[in-house]
Every structure is written in structure tokens, then in C-alpha cells.
């Protein structure tokens, strides 16, 4: 019986040295860590109204979205509008971020969360950095991997660490960043859906055109001022210029001042729409990217407030566009037609 309970004895005493080593294994002891459940960006929480700079630093990027006059813009690319939603969507995530768990202290890990120093070569996470109209600083983060529904439940979660402090901790929420400044722009540029195109004239570099028309919305699309001779290649071929300007958007934004349009190797594009608006484009390409310069006028009534509305909105500023819509843009009258017969 002695032996008996010597080995008993033993037992419970390993048994409390291995709970031991793992609750310090683990950080002495998560569970009751003051932290866990608490906000991480308390003051930006409690003055969420008052947030109006948000700077970003991902690798050698830097973006910062301002709060101008209720509207979000990005900075870097001087003061075009941003993404609103997107970009309230991402501080209402940051304000809403709460401790979930500590993880590693040791700087050698933080890549495999990607929390480690942000802005040095080769990182992978981001400093987000926020502040008030008079600079006042309201919460710093680096925010790290992001796992969707990790947490269960549709809860994201995330991993970030507080600039200065070893300690990395897995956090609750939902926060999408961005890369660079790009991502954060306002992409949509103009609408114009294909019923809406009366006539499209798309004038190459050298002089030679294509103008396709068509007098009511439910007619087909024709050549205009073509050679007697010329044939569409099939009955759709003219579809895909008159969509050109169907949900055009922007790869990159720079004010018109710092970009003019060139002298030579300028395509144009001249729409006319069925409510009298005119929308005028120059296409040329620049540092691997095609950009357009846009103007807009004409109309009568709600259609001219409009083109009014929308050329002031353009004409400050020149856009890249994806190449499909500037290919479709510079589309040549013998791409739509058969070449001829040999006789």
C-alpha cells in the first residue's frame, strides 16, 4: 500500500510539473489575460468621427486617405476622391478590432503572422496609422495575416501587434488594407451603356476613321461614311467599340496638369449620345499604360446638368485605362470589315 501511494504521489507531481511548463509554455496563462476581449484601438473606437488621416505603409508604399470637407481622397495621388465606402469600411474594421490571443514575442516569427517591421524590405505587413484634423495621433496597429472565419461564426480573424511592443496577438475582425494607393481610388470614371451611343467616331493617328451609328436605340449599329464596298466581318462585330464606355474605369489618375497629351500618336474617340451629350477622347499611351484625357458637353435639360456635372469631374484629370477598353477604343475600320475579293 505505501508503494502504492508513492507512485500515486509521483504521479500528481509530474502531472503539476508538465500543467506548469505547458501555462508557461503558452504565456503564463492566456486565459486571464487582461487584454483578451479588449478593444485594440480604444481612443480611434471612441472618436471614430473624429478620424481623418490614415496613413499606410506597405513595404517601400506609402498611402494616406484625408478626410476632406466630409469626403475621403488619396494624397499621393494628389487629392483624387477615394473609394468612400471602402475606405469607411476599413476604419469602422479598425475600430472594431478586440484581443483575441497572444501569440509570439520573438521578432525571428513575426513573418509568419507578417507583423513584423512594416516599410523594410520584403515585409509583408502594414503600419496603419491614425489621426484627427489637428494631427493628434488616435491608434497605431501593425496589422499582419488576415484569416477569413477563422474565428468561426463568419468572424475574421487577424494578426497584429502595437508598434514598440514584442507582444503579437491574434485579433477579432474584419479588415481588408489595400496595398497601395491605386486600390484605394474611386475607379468608376463614366457609364455610358451601348443604347445610349447614337454615333462613335474613333479617328486613328494617321486621319483614317470608323464611325458607326444608328438613328434609334433599337436599331442596327452601321457604318457611316464608309467605302460602298465594305462588309462587316459578322452581324456583331461593331458591339464591342460601342461598349467602350460601358462601366469605364480607371487603372491610375494623374492631374492634367502634369500629363499633357501629346503631339503626334493620339487616337480620338467622339460619342454622341441619343440625349445630345458629347463626349470627346484623347488616347495615348505613357510609361506602359494607355491614358485618356475626357471631356463632355451638350445635352439639353437634365442631360446637359449632367454632362455639365460630368465634365467637371473629368476634365481636371487624366486617366490609364485597362488596355481592353483602349484597344476597343482604337478599333480601325479594317478590323470590322472583310478585307475584299480577289477579282
Known amino acids: 500500500m505505501k508503494a502504492k501511494g508513492l507512485i500515486g504521489l509521483l504521479l500528481i507531481t509530474v502531472i503539476a510539473v508538465v500543467a506548469a511548463v505547458l501555462v508557461s509554455y503558452r504565456g503564463a496563462g492566456n486565459e486571464t489575460d487582461p487584454l483578451i476581449g479588449a478593444v485594440v484601438l480604444p481612443e480611434v473606437r471612441q472618436k471614430l468621427g473624429d478620424v481623418t488621416r490614415v496613413t499606410l505603409i506597405h513595404g517601400a508604399t506609402k498611402t494616406t486617405l484625408l478626410r476632406q470637407r466630409g469626403r475621403w481622397v488619396v494624397e499621393e495621388k494628389s487629392g483624387y476622391a477615394a473609394d468612400q465606402a471602402k475606405v469607411a469600411q476599413a476604419v469602422r474594421?479598425?475600430?472594431?478590432?478586440?484581443?483575441?490571443?497572444?501569440?509570439?514575442?520573438?521578432?525571428?516569427?513575426?513573418?509568419?503572422?507578417?507583423?513584423?517591421?512594416?516599410?523594410?524590405?520584403?515585409?509583408?505587413?502594414?503600419?496603419?496609422?491614425?489621426?484627427?484634423?489637428?494631427?493628434t495621433l488616435l491608434g497605431e496597429i501593425v496589422v499582419g495575416k488576415r484569416q477569413v472565419d477563422l474565428l468561426g461564426g463568419g468572424s475574421d480573424g487577424v494578426y497584429v501587434r502595437k508598434p514598440g511592443d514584442a507582444q503579437s496577438w491574434l485579433a477579432r475582425g474584419s479588415l481588408e488594407l489595400a496595398d497601395d494607393g491605386t486600390q484605394w481610388l474611386d475607379r468608376g470614371i463614366l457609364d455610358v451603356p451601348r443604347e445610349k451611343v447614337k454615333e462613335m467616331v474613333l479617328i486613328q493617328p494617321d486621319g483614317s476613321r470608323l464611325d458607326i451609328a444608328h438613328d434609334k436605340p433599337e436599331d442596327a449599329l452601321a457604318l457611316k461614311d464608309a467605302p460602298a464596298d465594305a462588309k462587316l466581318r459578322s452581324d456583331t462585330v461593331l458591339v464591342e467599340p460601342t461598349t467602350a464606355l460601358t462601366s469605364l474605369t480607371l487603372t491610375?489618375?494623374?492631374?492634367?496638369?502634369?500629363?499633357?497629351?501629346?503631339?503626334?500618336?493620339?487616337?480620338?474617340?467622339e460619342i454622341t449620345t441619343f440625349d445630345g451629350v458629347d463626349v470627346k477622347i484623347s488616347l495615348f499611351d505613357e510609361d506602359g499604360k494607355s491614358w485618356a484625357r475626357i471631356a463632355a458637353s451638350g445635352g439639353a435639360g437634365d442631360a446637359a446638368t449632367q454632362a455639365q456635372a460630368l465634365d467637371a469631374k473629368l476634365r481636371p484629370w487624366i486617366f490609364a485605362i485597362p488596355d481592353y477598353k483602349a484597344k476597343a477604343l482604337r478599333t480601325k475600320l479594317s478590323e470590322v470589315t472583310a478585307p475584299p475579293k480577289a477579282s
Open 252 to 269: 491610375d489618375v494623374r492631374p492634367a496638369t502634369q500629363l499633357a497629351v501629346p503631339d503626334t500618336g493620339v487616337s480620338q474617340a
Open 93 to 135: 474594421g479598425l475600430a472594431d478590432l478586440r484581443y483575441v490571443e497572444p501569440k509570439t514575442r520573438k521578432p525571428e516569427l513575426y513573418p509568419r503572422l507578417e507583423v513584423e517591421n512594416a516599410g523594410k524590405k520584403g515585409a509583408k505587413s502594414t503600419l496603419v496609422t491614425v489621426s484627427d484634423e489637428k494631427g
